[in-house]
């Protein structure tokens, strides 16, 4: 499948289309793709890559955009993965601001990481059989969280820091404190 969408969006990118992805009212997600004529010379784009870089990705942002913005809020250890989240997060189907305001919460990446997330590079606070689970890179450890929210949120319609509280966190008031990163994040 996902050398499918990869053959398709290449096609896409030769044929020089635009790929949008909304959100409605109801948080569902969907995509636009708007097929248009593109001279790459004229429009100064040396490259599929850049090209792609070009696109919106995300409510008006392109993925270049989309990363900066995330960069800004994110610091110490996972200062500069705006883009990875980013990526993971559009591939599959998760919002990434939210994605990355539980990460914030989750973690305190927006000052000084917490133990789980520079030692075990958790950083969704991710617990398994015997205890949080432990990560071999901060790349596995981010896409295993997205993989998460996923497989057992946004599948599953729960797709907001309100719908997400109850199976979440035991604390009532923890998606006002997601809620908070998303409105500091889409306000830089």
């Known amino acids: 499948m996902k050398k499918y969408l990869l053959k398709m969006i290449g096609i896409m990118l030769i044929l020089g289309a635009f790929i949008n992805i909304y959100k409605e009212n109801n948080n569902k997600h969907y995509i636009e793709i708007t097929v248009t004529q593109i001279n790459l010379a004229s429009a100064n784009i040396r490259n599929e890559e850049e090209m792609r870089a070009k696109m919106v990705v995300y409510e008006g942002l392109t993925l270049n955009e989309l990363s900066e913005k995330l960069d800004k809020v994110l610091k110490s250890d996972l200062a500069g993965y705006g883009r990875y989240i980013s990526e993971v997060s559009l591939e599959r189907n998760v919002d990434p601001i939210v994605a990355t305001s539980i990460l914030l919460h989750e973690t305190g ?58 199976k979440y966190a035991e604390n009532p008031n923890w998606h006002k404190n997601v809620n908070y990163y998303v409105k500091l994040i889409k306000a830089s």
């Open 109 to 166: 990446c927006m000052w000084k990481c917490s133990y789980l997330a520079r030692v075990k590079y958790n950083v969704g606070g991710m617990r398994g059989r015997n205890g949080y689970m432990k990560f071999d890179s901060m790349e596995e450890g981010i896409r295993a969280f997205v993989g998460n929210l996923q497989k057992n949120y946004y599948e599953k319609g729960l797709t907001t820091p309100e719908l997400m509280n109850k």
